[in-house]
DNA sequence: AGATCAAAGGTGAGTGCTTACTCACAAGAA
DNA sequence: TTCTTGTGAGTAAGCACTCACCTTTGATCT
């Protein structure tokens, strides 16, 4: 076994227990079990707990999302429909894989947030650089072409908003069971991204339209204000 | 000093470093430490640790925030906008006192999400509980009187969007270092509501007088679509 | 090719310290 | 006296972390 590969192996094993007990609730014991290894090889590979969870976090943070696509898409109230869809979606399948990456991701950070904060930060900053500036074109475009309201002096708040619903949704939804129960998942879903888009500013017609033709649009991009 | 005085005081502190560290990461010494008193008395006063927690998720469960006096408003549009901004008003008083009881009942049911949900769970409920039907009786008002779109399947969905959007917003400026600015306070607050009001289907007409004319207003309760 | 050997991978029994929890005992009130 | 409040030294278990010692690998030298 290379050294490379083992410590990749180490680091999967020590993110879901980081994930699963937080940092005070994680043993290097049950570590080096996941892991499937002795703690004396564990230590040979991260000189303390704690610089093991730092790479933890620290890699955590460089992880890229595949939303990289939605940056391509210009700004117009489509994309800023599609944008918002697509965070919702994204959310519900983290909910439907507890194990996967991006669950232990929110696990993470919402431990984060009762600490010092610093690794939220750097996803919000992240999350912040790649999808704001697509957001607030999109939303200004909106409003240009008469699909939005016009918004405060902070659109990104708007962003925020918006994202803490979807991210707050999912974490009552990550206990073994449920916090809430919002009903039927699809129609929830749905509900979700209008109360946003509905949150946002955006026109009932915009959203009808937008929402309800889903992605099957060509791709020019007239508002509906003036179509319809 | 007598039994029940000494378990009060004792309670006090614990819930202060429970919220603060987490279960795992509070030691029973940090606790007798921070109760001013030896680590024996306190075992003579909770069994176990598990225990003294166990308590003060109960206690926490049964503390009563002063929203009754919103239950005696009667349905209707206006009493939704107050409930809102009432919302959004609260969690940003628990943000000004880190340590205050609301303050920890937020980092332990956040804790509680990432743990078995079941305190959050029962939080939900006694919110639920107690203006569930408030904010849905208001808000099928509103809708009754034209000052709201007619709503889906699941109206309380709406509620917890709206709960979901504050309460995330008020955790990412729980730490020391706030991991969000959201700007100027009372801006951000007026855009938060505005987000939830308009998310819940309120018209744009409604939100301006309501949010406007705060709670300057008599108690007759017209509609402002039938008004205006 | 096979022998040699140093380095790297890997282990498990320790290390000292901290943890949750106990207990013999003291002080004061009824 | 006797019961309650209170202490601080103590205990066994668990913690992060170490170390002496195996085993495997692969390059080098006959």
Redesign the interface.
């Known amino acids: 076994m290379t050294s490379d590969l083992r410590r990749q192996l180490i680091l999967g094993a020590a993110k879901r227990c980081f994930a699963?007990?937080?940092?005070?609730?994680t043993t290097t014991k049950s570590v080096a079990a996941a892991a499937s290894i002795s703690e004396g090889l564990l230590f040979k590979h991260f000189p303390t707990k704690s610089a093991l969870y730092a790479e933890i976090l620290a890699e955590e943070c460089a992880a890229d999302p595949a939303l990289h696509r939605l940056l391509e898409l210009e700004p117009s109230t489509r994309t800023l429909v599609t944008l918002i869809r697509e965070m919702v979606q994204h959310f519900r399948e983290v909910e439907a894989m507890p194990d996967q990456e991006d669950a232990q991701r929110l696990?993470l950070m919402?431990?984060s947030?009762?600490?010092?904060?610093?690794f939220?930060?750097l996803i919000?900053e992240k999350i912040s650089g790649l999808i704001g500036s697509a957001f607030t074109a999109s939303l200004s475009r909106a409003i240009q072409s008469g699909d939005a309201?016009p918004v405060?002096?902070?659109p990104m708040?708007?962003f925020?908003?918006?994202?803490?619903?979807v991210?707050?949704?999912t974490?009552?939804r990550?206990?073994?069971?449920?916090?809430?129960s919002?009903?039927d998942a699809p129609?929830?879903d749905?509900?979700?991204c209008e109360?946003?888009l509905?949150?946002?500013?955006l026109n009932?017609a915009a959203i009808a339209h937008y929402l309800d033709r889903d992605l099957a649009w060509d791709s020019g991009e007239p508002a509906i204000a003036e179509s319809a």
Do not use: K, V
Request: proline fraction near 4%; hydrophobic fraction near 40%.
């Open positions: 699963r007990h937080g940092f005070a609730g696990r919402l431990a947030h009762l600490d010092d904060g610093e939220a930060r919000y309201r405060g002096r902070e708040n708007l925020w908003f918006a994202h803490h619903a991210l707050m949704a974490l009552t990550l206990p073994t069971t449920p916090c809430l919002y009903g129609e929830s749905r509900q979700l109360f946003i509905r949150g946002i500013g009932e």
